[in-house]
């Protein structure tokens, strides 16, 4: 048995050189053009059929100048970037990445938190992804240390971002919308008019599309892994703990409650009095482009 | 011909809501629906074409019938589960191969919200996809840090909660990704 090893270890020795000799002959045609047509271009080393034939570029990364020398990602949102993966379409994981036994079927063995090992969170806790952006909605490095946005790269969705986040009562006059209850109008000062003051200030470079969060969107940001504070501070540093945010969604069961998340806990209660002017708060909420 | 209207909407309101005697209410004009895009089959599966996650239309414990979309308590076997025994339930449906599918599981916290309905209640859940039974909570697979309770939804108000590992005794929908 060994000599047949032997043998065999023997015939790919001698296959091996024949194919690498193989693969040195196609190596020589692009040493040619290399050498030949560079002198019109004034520079040593040149790159016909590129747009700029003294750089480099990937023939497939041609549309693309911010990586024409590749890698380049055709089919992706930005190409010059790997896709986002999106492996719950669009569900946020939970960021549990611990478990209780060894079953196979607890959270921490599915989804992204698994997929994406993320040990050194560079885009923020376990399997969530978001960037930073600055008033402009420019996006900023993951070490920056003052920005007004946060975008969610698995959801697509863009988040308001403020240090202290401002108290106001639910208020919606939408009638389709709002449960059979506006919520409490406050002499203008609601949710209503914070999210359309956002749009008119342009917050983050978006003068639409900025309102309250669907309670199923909120739930979206939840760090479930902590029952202290349920949110990656790392990203969403107004949310502190003892905070309770605001959703768009009214309360079946009672027309004068709305949906809200409690940060401290990471669940969502229905019981909030649209009327509460204080302990709720707001974060705003759009849809990225 | 505003009254015959009105009682058409009822009968079928009747008819969706199943023969319980406790009557689910939906505010369908003054909130938006959130789980409308659901597609049921006739194989007891739910498509959610967003999530890109398939449900089993019936609980562990219940057996789906096309002929009138409803849920029945299957013979023999239970509804109600401790935690350890819920997360035993997907083996048995991939062991069986439910609509032909070996990846069932059970929902984390977030997917099984995403399937709360949250124009309604009693129970805050679509009934034409997901037939009515007598399963009020349900666990996900997400455990607390505490590593002794996990989270929960009650569907009567879709609150969501927490229990003991050990001691509830809640029922237990499967899902699996359609990747």
Known sequence: MKKMYLLLGLM??????????????????????????????????????????????????????????????????????????????????????????????????????????????????????????????????ASATSWACVKDNVTGLMWEIQANPSERPWFNSDNSKNGGNAGNENGGANTESYAALANTNKLCGAS?????????????????????????????????????????????????????????????????????????????????? | MQIRIYFFVIALFFVA???????????????VASTNHLVGGSDGTVTDSKTKLMWKRCPEGFNYSSANNTCAAA???????????????????????????????LPNIKELQSIVEEQCYNPAI??????????SSVWSNSPLPDASNAWYINFYFAEMLYGSLSSENLGVRLVRDMQ
């Open chain 1, 12 to 141: 790919t020795a001698v296959t091996v050189p024949s194919i690498g000799s193989a693969k040195l002959i196609l190596d020589i045609p692009p040493l040619v053009v290399q050498k030949t047509d560079c002198t019109p271009y004034g520079c040593t080393q040149c790159y016909p059929g590129c747009p700029d034939p003294c750089v480099k570029c990937d023939p497939q990364c041609i549309a693309y100048p911010s990586c024409i020398a590749g890698p380049c990602y055709p089919t992706c949102a930005d190409p010059c970037k790997p896709c986002t993966p999106t492996p719950t379409g669009g569900l946020n994981d939970t960021g549990i990445t611990a478990k209780v036994g060894n079953t196979g079927q607890e959270d921490a063995d599915y989804g992204r938190d698994k997929t994406v090992q993320d040990t050194v969170p560079s885009d923020g806790h376990a399997g969530f992804s978001f960037t930073k952006l600055d008033s402009n909605g420019t996006a900023l490095a």
């Open chain 1, 208 to 289: 639409s599309g900025w309102r309250l969060p669907t309670i199923k969107e909120l739930l979206g940001i939840v760090k479930s892994s902590s029952t202290t504070l349920a949110v990656d501070q790392n990203y969403f540093s107004g949310m502190t703990a003892n905070k309770f945010f605001w959703s768009a969604t009214p309360y079946a069961a009672d027309p004068a409650s709305a949906w809200a998340v409690k940060f401290t806990t990471g669940s969502t209660f229905g019981l909030y009095y649209k009327t509460e002017t204080s302990t709720i708060s707001v974060i705003l909420v759009r849809t990225a482009n």
């Open chain 2, 17 to 31: 809501g199943s023969s319980q005697a406790q009557q689910q209410i939906c505010k369908s004009t003054t909130i």
């Open chain 2, 75 to 105: 013979a023999g076997t239970a509804s109600l589960y401790t935690w350890s025994n819920a997360l035993a339930r997907p083996g048995v449906a991939n062991a069986t191969k439910f609509a032909n599918y070996e990846n069932w599981r």
């Open chain 2, 126 to 135: 679509n009934l034409t996809i997901f037939p009515s039974t007598s399963i």
